[in-house]
């Protein structure tokens, strides 16, 4: 459905890798709703992934940094704000890595180095983000700035080891900023704490599939997909949610109020027997 619900507007999506990533949803759906686009990501990610395909369908510059370097961030603000002839309105932070999930080392046994990676990557890199787009004053009024977060930030999952840790970091930046750029100019600035979903990065996390299966039977409405989290990322960055900031919002068919399901317990029974 195309209701131009972002007509006009001008957004920067961070972390599209492929046709799997939430990012790339949302870019695409940003685009079919009238806003004009920059895409980016760090040179590597670039180069491995097929971002190009993207931009062609957006008609969007792809503008390269890494999310971590305060100068690489200033000047792709510049830039885009330059590429698309005003403020920003709307940003999407997509962007998680984590080195000890990556090289299998046990939350009991972390290398400290990959930790301070995890956290640069996947939470202080919002923080640099936010800050840069302050100091350059380059959001436009009641903007609206998103990052993608998971329900082990406030619950604990095996296997998701120290990034549980980065996504409660971020969330936690997204309240402290949120006071200051809501006072600032209106801008708001939100989490979203979405499904399972089959991304490049959530099969990265060991027994993933097992526990997409598990959380789509917890979940009333089932599982939440990556479309389904771009359209709401759409309403997020519209004018219909101007008076949503700092807030988590979960977006995961039920699945973060659910003690257990009927599903769950029929198969539980079933595997008992």
């Not at 009641?142 to 980065?166: F, H, K, P, V, W």
Request: charged letters at 20%; hydrophobic letters at 35%; one cysteine or more.
């Amino acid at each position: 459905m195309n209701h131009q619900l972002l007509k006009n507007k001008r957004g920067i999506i961070f972390g599209a890798l492929n046709e799997n990533s939430i990012a790339w949803k949302v870019a695409e759906r940003a685009y079919e709703e009238g806003a004009s686009i920059v895409l980016t990501n760090t040179p590597i990610a670039l180069r491995a992934g097929e971002i190009n395909k993207l931009s062609e369908k957006t008609n969007s510059k792809i503008i390269p940094a890494d999310a971590t370097s305060i100068e690489d961030l200033k000047t792709l603000f510049t830039e885009a704000q330059n590429q698309l002839n005003g403020k920003i309105d709307f940003v999407l932070h997509s962007i998680g890595m984590s080195p000890n999930i990556r090289k299998e080392r046990a939350y009991s046994d972390l290398d400290y180095n990959f930790l301070n990676k995890t956290l640069d990557i996947s939470a202080i890199s919002f923080h640099k983000m936010l800050q840069v787009a302050y100091q350059q004053d380059a959001i436009a009024e009641n903007g609206s700035i998103l990052a993608l977060t998971y329900i082990a930030a406030q619950r604990s999952y095996e296997g998701y080891s120290d990034m549980a840790n980065a996504k409660a970091m971020l969330e936690s930046i997204c309240r402290s900023f949120g006071m200051l750029y809501g006072e600032k100019n209106g801008v708001r600035i939100n989490t979203i704490s979405q499904s399972p979903t089959k991304t490049t990065a959530g099969q990265g996390i060991g027994g993933f599939d097992l526990f997409f299966d598990f959380a789509d039977k917890m979940s009333p409405l089932g599982n939440a997909s990556a479309d389904e989290c771009a359209d709401y990322c759409i309403m997020m960055f519209s004018d219909y949610t101007r008076k949503v900031t700092m807030q988590n919002l979960y977006h995961d068919g039920g699945y973060s109020t659910t003690g257990m399901s009927q599903k769950l317990i029929e198969q539980y029974q079933k595997s008992v027997k």
